[in-house]
Every structure is written in structure tokens, then in C-alpha cells.
């Protein structure tokens, strides 16, 4: 499967953006999909994932109640609805795949990777 991910952007803090990552092939729904993000100098960070039917979600804690992972298989698309942003919010943001399941929270937990989408916050 090939991932990608829009819907970045400059915004203020406390503002919203919601991330789309667009999924080729007829297979998304074996899926899992996950969202992380890198900010400079950092190291890639889980903050989101999504069991295959979209009935299991696990959160960073940092961004329970902030953000929401949501996906529509019919359209291929998983969404990371982002509120309340902060400056700290700003990384690239990355979706990414897997078949596996199970280990969410880490990077090598997933198999395929979509380009990055950037996302700044400003104070």
C-alpha cells in the first residue's frame, strides 16, 4: 500500500487542523494505520493509532482530548483530527501502516510509510 498524508499547515495556537492520509490498492482495510510525527532535532513520536475496522484507537497520552484518529475505509482515508494546538504541536507529521497489529506505539510496528505533511503552530 502507498500512504499519503495532507492537510498540513500554518495555524495559531489554539486553532485545528484535521490530517487526511490517502491510502492506494484495494487492501486499506487489512490495515492498521497509525499517525506519529518528528519535530527537529526529536525523535520520531507515536500519537495516535487505529485497529483495522477503526473499533480499537490508542492515544499518546499528550494528545488524549486534543486529538481524534478516524478512518473511512470505503474512501481509503484515515484522518487525525488535531484541536487546541500548540507550538509544540509542530513536527511532520507521518501516517503509516500495518498488516501485524498489536504493536501500535512504536515506529517499527509498521511496515509502510506515506511522506510527511508539515504542521507549525505559532504562539
Known amino acids: 500500500v502507498q500512504l499519503q498524508a495532507s492537510g498540513g499547515g500554518l495555524v495559531q495556537a489554539g486553532g485545528t487542523l484535521r490530517l487526511s492520509c490517502s491510502a492506494s490498492g484495494r487492501t486499506f482495510i487489512s490495515y492498521g494505520m497509525g499517525w506519529f510525527r518528528q519535530a527537529p532535532g526529536k525523535e520520531r513520536e507515536f500519537i495516535a493509532a487505529s485497529s483495522r475496522g477503526g473499533g480499537s484507537t490508542y492515544y499518546a497520552d499528550y494528545v488524549k482530548g486534543r486529538f481524534t484518529i478516524s478512518r473511512e475505509n470505503a474512501k481509503n482515508t484515515v484522518y487525525l483530527q488535531m484541536n487546541s494546538l500548540k507550538p509544540e504541536d509542530t513536527a511532520v507529521y507521518y501516517c503509516?501502516?500495518?498488516?501485524?497489529?498489536?504493536?501500535?506505539?512504536?515506529?517499527?510496528?509498521?511496515?509502510?510509510w506515506g511522506l510527511g505533511t508539515e504542521v507549525t503552530v505559532s504562539s
Open positions: 503509516a501502516g500495518t498488516v501485524r497489529g498489536g504493536k501500535w506505539r512504536t515506529a517499527d510496528g509498521y511496515d509502510h
